[in-house]
């Protein structure tokens, strides 16, 4: 920590300690919220309150004179699962609910970052305008909703971060260009004929179509894809017949799963590959019809290259060798959204202790943050803010 963050960083713990327990989903962040903008009202001197949607808040500080207008966003919203942390006396208090991707993190650091901004406003120009973003964990996602409103498009730049407990404490990752993944569903239809399982040759069997299609979207990446380009292509659902009628070859099948690119003519590809596949199966099976159901999820994140050099240049100056840029992360992320209306840099902070028990993946029961890394997610926040001029557009 500096002397800088030391002053905030009590507070943020017991922020983040409070969401933590109190973690409500996508689309539901009302407590939520409203606990922000009451903590924060209560602590911050020349603050404004926005509600873009029921669920968000956006916190503007305005210092009066000319400058820049730049956004720090967080997410806020928690996970349907169940918390198995014992060893924390702040785990979730709520059944089947959990912070179990550190957005509890992320709000209470962006809150201390209000905090320091207030106290330090005479020192600052432009307009600072702290998002918190609801229902990142669900598409269609809060991000393009705040967007809709067209309360963006003025921004000269937005910054994001997300902690990591995959990460060590003490590493910042940042990347250029593609930060995350398009992250897309897709969800497949086989209808056949079904029949008697001892005379298979009366019907026309959707399973053998289906188990032939999990193995057959496997090669989009492995023989249409150019190697060294990002991309993933899982069936994670597949589902026909019932386990009491294992006589019966059943009239339909279903599979679906997740597709994961980094940029729009693989996400492309892997869609109209699909759709190759399966007219090709219709076409070797007369009377069989497979329907593909393609949802286009969040877009990739894209980190400017121009903003996102002076972050790392200030990232580096406090952290040196500890700034690495790791290959783009396949998992989604809303603040795409953002990334396609302003300038942005999206910055991943590690936040993961072997010696401390932090270390299972985002999303998992046993999830946790090493609270060592706040320090470092607060003080490349204020870093950027002191740094908007060089920022803008």
């Not at 990752?173 to 004929?193: C, E, H, Q, W, Y």
């Not at 993933?232 to 679906?256: F, H, M, Q, Y």
């Amino acid at each position: 920590m500096t002397d800088e963050t030391r002053p905030y960083l009590d507070q943020l713990v017991a922020w983040r300690r409070h969401l933590h327990q109190h973690p409500e989903l996508s689309f539901e962040e009302h407590k939520t919220a409203a606990y922000i903008a009451a903590e924060l009202a209560g602590r911050l001197r020349h603050a404004r309150f926005e509600r873009l949607t029921p669920t968000s808040l956006v916190v503007v500080l305005d210092t009066g004179r000319p400058g820049p207008k730049i956004g720090l966003r967080a997410d806020i919203d928690g996970l349907a699962v169940q918390e198995d942390r014992p060893d924390l006396p702040f785990a979730s208090v709520e059944p089947g609910r959990m912070h179990a991707c550190g957005h509890d993190g992320h709000a209470a650091t962006v809150m201390a970052a209000c905090a320091w901004i207030d106290d330090h406003l005479d020192e600052l120009t432009g307009e600072i305008h702290a998002v918190f973003q609801h229902a990142e964990e669900t598409p269609p996602g809060g991000a393009r909703e705040m967007v809709a409103t067209g309360y963006f498009e003025d921004f000269d730049f937005i910054y994001g971060f997300h902690y990591f407990s995959t990460v060590p404490t003490g590493t910042i990752d940042v990347k250029d260009g593609p930060a995350s993944a398009n992250s897309d569903l897709f969800r497949i239809t086989v209808t056949g004929r079904g029949g008697h399982a001892s005379m298979p040759a009366d019907t026309l069997d959707p399973v053998v179509a289906a188990a032939q299609l999990v193995g057959q979207l496997q090669t989009v990446v492995s023989r249409r894809v150019a190697a060294g380009v990002p991309t993933v292509v899982s069936t994670t659902w597949l589902e026909a017949g019932t386990l009491v009628a294992r006589n019966v070859i059943p009239g339909s099948a279903r599979l679906g799963g997740s597709v994961r690119t980094t940029d729009q003519e693989t996400r492309d590809l892997v869609q109209r590959s699909m759709r190759e596949f399966l007219a090709g199966l219709e076409a070797a099976n007369p009377g069989m019809t497979a329907e593909l159901d393609y949802l286009v999820g969040y877009d990739r994140v894209w980190n400017d290259p121009a903003r996102t050099a002076i972050v790392r240049e200030l990232a580096q100056a406090r952290w040196g060798d500890d700034v690495i840029s790791l290959p783009p992360m396949l998992g989604g992320e809303d603040f795409a959204a953002f990334s396609q209306v302003a300038p942005a840099c999206y910055v991943f902070i590690g936040a993961g202790s072997e010696e401390k028990g932090f270390t299972s993946p985002h999303h998992s029961s046993t999830f946790g943050l090493d609270e060592d890394a706040f320090p470092i997610g607060l003080q490349l926040a204020i870093d950027v803010v002191r740094n908007g001029p060089r920022l803008r557009a």
